[in-house]
């Protein structure tokens, strides 16, 4: 079956995708339609305002932004649309992902990014939150999530000893 896509999952280079891909990965787990770009704040920002300004009437309902360094993504796609824009901070090679994390959560009062945790764990919870934000008004996506989750504990309860597995 055809999802719609309803996610646009964007990142600042190439090297960013072995992050973003863990928030592609969790979207299929849920089946949730998604689209992934790279779209450069600082090296392609003509594309970077294209695709903020066309979004929303492309039909997507969240946009995933993530990047490392002076990590402006997140934040100038958030001034060009009403969409909810959420950041993950790569883990950056020189400054560990603490420049990524800063430059994406100083954001000035009026134009909002909920930004996540640096790398892996970031990348897995945006997509968690689009789920938990689209299932409130999707039953079918909250059921998915909720079994998602369901299976983690499971997972967890059934393994208890650690180095075991
Ligand atoms: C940022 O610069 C990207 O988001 C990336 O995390 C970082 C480094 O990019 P590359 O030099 O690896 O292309 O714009």
């Known amino acids: 079956m055809d999802q719609a896509v309803q996610v646009g ?33 600082h090296r392609t920002p003509d594309r970077m305002f294209e695709y903020a300004e066309q979004a929303a009437e492309r039909g997507l309902k969240v946009i995933i932004a993530g990047a490392g360094g002076a990590a402006h993504l997140p934040g100038m796609v958030a001034s060009k649309t009403e969409l909810p824009v959420i950041g993950v901070p790569v883990q950056s090679r020189t ?31 945006a997509a ?3 789920a938990a ?15 998602w989750r369901r299976a983690q504990t499971e997972r967890v309860l059934a393994d208890d000893r650690p180095g075991q597995s």
Do not use: C
């Not at 280079?13 to 849920?30: G, K, N, V």
């Open 128 to 130: 968690l939150w689009t």
């Open 133 to 147: 934000m689209l299932g409130s008004f999707d039953p079918a996506i909250q059921a998915r999530y909720r079994a």
């Open 9 to 41: 999952i964007i990142m600042g280079s190439q090297s960013d995708w072995d992050t973003l891909r863990h928030t592609a990965e969790t979207l299929e787990a849920l089946e949730i339609g998604h689209e992934t770009r790279v779209v450069s704040a």
């Open 95 to 125: 400054l560990n992902g603490v420049d990524s994390l800063l430059s994406i959560v100083q954001m000035p009062g009026g134009v909002p990014v909920g930004t996540m945790a640096i790398g892996k764990a970031g990348a897995i919870n």
